[in-house]
């Protein structure tokens, strides 16, 4: 018989959960539970679960049980705790459908800040600003890279304060700075801080949790689920440019208001975000009783370096930068280099709409795709990064619309394929634990690349008058990127089904552990264990 636990008092806390349970002599449970229940035990397994937010301890061998990890005020064994996520159940769904909302409402109101851009640009112009278009652009730039290089931030805070406090936070300082746009509409240097630093603060706040809370409630279709809620910013991105221009006619003003409205449902869904996982208890190393020891101690309390050790990480948060260089190159040039090709009267937005459609389209079918045990998800965001850089250079060649919209439906496609493993990648190289700090890691190192290299092409256009280079550059970085993510499998990779594994075991289970029920009289006996403890 496995004996249980369910802990009296909260096991889980938000953010910074601890484990509040301890087993300190094997031999007297073994005993109790046969003078109760009658039944002889099983074999021990060194093992410990938590399944739907419940603790379960299997007990382990004499020796092992004798390796505690103190923590606070408890003595811990030294398990191995697995977490296996419900997988479904209304809750579940509904915490999908809040982190949809995030994900369509962050990314739909960045993509849709063209259209205040032109207003905001035609109104500097008519007061004689001969900065115009440049002090807004520096709006629109800030809220795009204050919403990933804070990400680190983001990671740090839900690790600390919990993945619903961090996202009300920041549905909060995005609302808020919505809302303070909306009294210096005409103030572009205002605007700066309310729009581009509050928004784009607040929106990576909400943004990091959004995925992170994923993990807490799926696995076996954690795929379909980062697809579908990914999925979000593209249906958000088409739909918004039919909304907002009847919303832009009554007033620029009106618009941030209601913009502020949409983004006050970010803590409505941080209501929803309740966490599951309890953070696993780890030696903490011990430091000299100095300032500078107290300080690495501190830092080591908040920051999980750990992370940082892991070597397949490293190469994948390496990889994916070098890849977006050229990445992002076409979404800002594609309109303007089809009619340098074609002439000003074709219809190049409708590039733009297909990339949306077929970026939505592939968030879902890929990410269907990589729930399968026998997927490498790494191997298929390699696919992604070599296409869209092969289609990014087969840009150069094509000289009809029809081809045109050919290869944006295929940018689109792998671009979808991209962007919804980038969650599911990051728990199963760094495991659950790790994987709140390690989105908002990539998140940060990201925005540079998102930001340099569409301006890089732009400098080679303007020194060319040619986007033949530009575009020929672009399509190399997400090439080489492909390449560098081979060496991931140069490392030795964790048992299948284990955390850092790209496959997942065919059970569907995390680190190859079935739940186990908890029988009522074992949770008797163990409370009754830690009071005597006590």
């Given at each position: 018989?496995?004996?249980?636990?369910?802990?009296?008092?909260?096991m889980?806390e938000?953010?910074?959960q601890?484990?509040?349970?301890a087993?300190?002599?094997?031999?007297?449970?073994?005993?109790?539970?046969?003078?109760?229940?009658?039944?002889?035990?099983?074999?021990?397994?060194?093992?410990?679960?938590?399944?739907?937010?419940?603790?379960?301890?299997?007990?382990?061998?004499?020796?092992?049980?004798?390796?505690?990890?103190?923590?606070?005020?408890?003595?811990?064994?030294?398990?191995v705790?697995?977490?296996?996520p419900?997988?479904?159940?209304?809750r579940?769904w509904?915490?999908m459908?809040?982190?949809?909302?995030?994900?369509?409402?962050?990314?739909?109101?960045?993509?849709?800040?063209?259209?205040?851009?032109?207003?905001?640009?035609?109104?500097?112009?008519e007061?004689?600003?001969?900065?115009?278009?440049f002090?807004?652009?520096?709006?629109?730039?800030?809220?795009?890279?204050?919403?990933?290089?804070l990400s680190?931030?983001?990671?740090?805070?839900?690790?600390?304060?919990?993945?619903?406090?961090?996202?009300?936070?920041?549905?909060?300082?995005?609302?808020a700075?919505?809302f303070?746009?909306?009294?210096?509409?005409?103030?572009?240097?205002?605007?700066?801080?309310?729009?581009?630093?509050?928004f784009?603060?607040?929106?990576?706040?909400?943004?990091?949790p959004?995925?992170?809370?994923?993990?807490?409630y799926?696995?076996?279709?954690?795929?379909?689920?980062n697809?579908?809620?990914?999925?979000?910013?593209s249906?958000?991105?088409i739909?918004?440019?039919?909304?907002?221009?009847?919303?832009?006619?009554?007033?620029?003003?009106?618009?941030?208001?209601?913009?502020?409205?949409?983004?006050?449902?970010?803590?409505?869904?941080?209501?929803?975000?309740?966490?599951?996982?309890p953070?696993?208890?780890?030696?903490?190393?011990?430091?000299?009783?100095?300032?500078?020891?107290h300080?690495?101690?501190?830092?080591?309390?908040?920051?999980?370096?750990?992370?940082?050790?892991?070597?397949?990480?490293?190469i994948?948060?390496?990889?994916?930068?070098?890849?977006l260089?050229?990445?992002?190159?076409?979404?800002v040039?594609?309109v303007k280099?089809?009619?340098?090709?074609?002439?000003?009267?074709?219809?190049?937005?409708l590039l733009?709409?297909?990339?949306?459609?077929?970026?939505?389209?592939?968030?879902?079918?890929?990410g269907l795709?990589?729930?399968r045990?026998?997927?490498?998800?790494?191997?298929?965001?390699?696919?992604?990064?070599?296409?869209?850089?092969?289609?990014?250079?087969?840009?150069t060649?094509?000289?009809?619309?029809?081809?045109?919209?050919?290869?944006?439906?295929?940018m689109?496609?792998?671009?979808?394929?991209?962007?919804?493993?980038?969650?599911?990648?990051?728990?199963?190289?760094?495991?659950?634990?790790?994987?709140?700090?390690?989105?908002?890691?990539?998140?940060?190192?990201?925005?540079?690349?998102?930001?340099?290299?569409?301006?890089?092409?732009?400098?080679?256009?303007?020194?060319?008058?040619?986007?033949?280079?530009p575009?020929?550059?672009?399509?190399?970085?997400?090439?080489?990127?492909?390449?560098?993510?081979?060496s991931?499998?140069?490392?030795?990779?964790?048992?299948?089904?284990?955390?850092?594994?790209?496959?997942?075991?065919?059970?569907?289970?995390?680190?190859?552990?079935?739940?186990?029920?908890?029988?009522?009289?074992?949770?008797?006996?163990?409370?009754?264990?830690?009071?005597?403890?006590?």
């Amino acid at each position: 018989m496995a004996v249980t636990q369910e802990a009296e008092e909260p096991m889980m806390e938000e953010g910074a959960q601890s484990v509040a349970l301890a087993v300190r002599n094997t031999s007297q449970v073994e005993n109790a539970v046969r003078l109760k229940g009658g039944a002889e035990a099983t074999p021990l397994t060194d093992f410990s679960a938590v399944e739907n937010g419940h603790v379960q301890v299997m007990v382990a061998d004499e020796p092992t049980i004798a390796e505690k990890v103190a923590m606070e005020n408890y003595d811990v064994p030294a398990h191995v705790l697995a977490f296996v996520p419900p997988d479904g159940g209304c809750r579940a769904w509904l915490v999908m459908f809040a982190s949809f909302l995030c994900n369509g409402i962050i990314f739909g109101t960045i993509n849709s800040s063209g259209l205040i851009y032109d207003i905001l640009v035609e109104k500097l112009k008519e007061a004689g600003d001969p900065n115009a278009a440049f002090k807004t652009s520096m709006m629109t730039s800030l809220a795009i890279g204050s919403t990933f290089l804070l990400s680190v931030l983001a990671g740090v805070l839900t690790d600390n304060l919990g993945i619903r406090l961090t996202t009300f936070i920041g549905g909060a300082i995005a609302t808020a700075g919505m809302f303070i746009s909306s009294f210096f509409s005409d103030k572009v240097e205002i605007l700066m801080i309310t729009y581009g630093l509050m928004f784009g603060g607040g929106a990576s706040l909400a943004y990091t949790p959004s995925l992170v809370i994923l993990g807490h409630y799926f696995q076996r279709w954690m795929g379909i689920v980062n697809g579908f809620v990914t999925a979000g910013s593209s249906i958000f991105t088409i739909a918004l440019p039919f909304i907002l221009p009847h919303v832009l006619n009554i007033g620029l003003q009106t618009t941030f208001q209601v913009l502020a409205g949409l983004n006050a449902f970010l803590m409505l869904a941080a209501l929803v975000f309740k966490p599951l996982m309890p953070i696993l208890p780890q030696t903490r190393p011990k430091y000299d009783n100095t300032c500078k020891g107290h300080c690495k101690s501190f830092w080591s309390r908040i920051i999980n370096f750990d992370i940082w050790k892991n070597k397949r990480y490293v190469i994948w948060t390496l990889a994916i930068p070098s890849a977006l260089f050229g990445y992002f190159v076409p979404y800002v040039h594609l309109v303007k280099y089809v009619k340098y090709s074609l002439g000003d009267d074709v219809n190049s937005q409708l590039l733009v709409q297909c990339m949306g459609i077929t970026s939505g389209l592939g968030r879902i079918f890929f990410g269907l795709i990589a729930d399968r045990p026998w997927v490498n998800r790494i191997f298929l965001q390699q696919m992604s990064f070599f296409c869209i850089g092969t289609l990014t250079m087969l840009l150069t060649a094509a000289n009809a619309m029809p081809f045109f919209i050919v290869i944006a439906l295929g940018m689109g496609l792998f671009d979808g394929c991209f962007i919804s493993l980038l969650g599911p990648i990051a728990f199963d190289i760094v495991g659950p634990v790790g994987a709140s700090q390690a989105i908002g890691c990539l998140l940060a190192m990201c925005s540079i690349p998102l930001t340099c290299g569409p301006a890089i092409a732009g400098a080679l256009y303007d020194q060319l008058q040619s986007y033949l280079i530009p575009f020929l550059c672009a399509g190399i970085p997400p090439i080489i990127g492909s390449f560098i993510l081979f060496s991931i499998s140069c490392i030795k990779q964790p048992p299948k089904g284990a955390p850092g594994s790209p496959v997942r075991d065919s059970t569907e289970k995390q680190n190859n552990a079935a739940a186990v029920e908890e029988p009522k009289e074992t949770q008797t006996l163990m409370a009754e264990e830690m009071q005597s403890q006590v």
